[in-house]
């Protein structure tokens, strides 16, 4: 457990946690002095509270034997170095964005129990951080059983994609993935990314078969001059919730 999900795990242990913090950071940041010192005035505001709810709720977080302040120093050190990824990333301009998420996990969690589930998942996790290295791709975010992925480009978008697809074939992971991809300028915000094409991205998945890769026309015209070894189906054209035109997508 890294030290953002420990935070996430206190946070969940003890819902009121919120609205406190939250009150806590209104007194206590001003602006004007920059997120990292946000980050650093904050800590002695929250140190109190969480405090108090490990003595209620002992936690992981509380095991780690840290000041509050020490972990909040290091989750604003986390965030300036994913930005820095995040940004270098988005050098050239256009970004590959990469949605993955496993099909019929309901019933996969249904099937085989919540444990079960949390081990595929790490599983996976590793597999496609791992995957995703030689296309020098970066796992923005993991929200449950999906996966944000970055690229410099959308051919390495593409070959990360495919990439991830055989690694799990070899593994014999005993899930099957839906993988949607795209191209554009998403917007970057401290670690995470944002925007119109990341939304886009999203919405392919629901025009994803299990097994298939998605890859939509702006992505694979960037991306197929440099992909010699890749075959794209012939293309569709489907209509995704809350645009007015169509998209054209191919698979791969």
């Not at 405090?51 to 302040?69: V, Y």
């Not at 917007?187 to 998945?205: K, S």
């Not at 299990?210 to 991306?223: D, H, Y």
Request: aromatic share 4%; with cysteine; proline share 4%.
């Amino acid at each position: 457990m890294n030290v953002r999900e420990a935070v996430i795990a206190a946070l969940r242990r003890d819902p009121d946690l919120v609205p406190k913090m939250a009150e806590s950071l209104r007194e206590r940041i001003d602006e004007r002095d920059g997120p990292m010192s946000t980050v650093v005035q904050s800590a002695g505001a929250l140190e109190p509270i969480i405090r108090e709810a490990f003595k209620k709720r002992p936690s992981k977080l509380g095991a780690l034997g840290l000041r509050t302040s020490h972990l909040l120093a290091q989750l604003a050190a986390d965030d300036r170095r994913s930005s820095s990824r995040l940004q270098r990333i988005a050098e050239g301009g256009t970004v590959g964005i990469v949605f993955v998420d496993v099909a019929d996990f309901t019933s996969f969690t249904e099937t085989k129990g919540d444990k079960e589930a949390l081990k595929m998942l790490s599983k996976l996790d590793a597999l496609i951080k791992t995957a995703i290295k030689p296309a020098k791709g970066e796992c923005v975010k993991q929200l449950g059983d999906g996966f944000l992925l970055a690229f410099p480009s959308a051919s390495q978008a593409v070959r990360g994609a495919t990439t991830i697809r055989s690694a799990l074939k070899r593994k014999n992971l005993d899930v099957r993935l839906r993988i949607a991809v795209h191209a554009g300028e998403p917007l970057i915000e401290q670690d995470d990314l944002l925007g119109h094409d990341v939304n886009l991205t999203a919405r392919l998945l629901d025009h994803c078969d299990p097994g298939e890769i998605v890859v939509s026309e702006a992505a694979k015209t960037l991306a197929e001059k440099r992909l010699k070894k890749v075959k794209f189906k012939k293309g569709r054209v489907i209509k995704i919730r809350g645009l007015s035109t169509p998209v054209h997508v191919f698979s791969v």
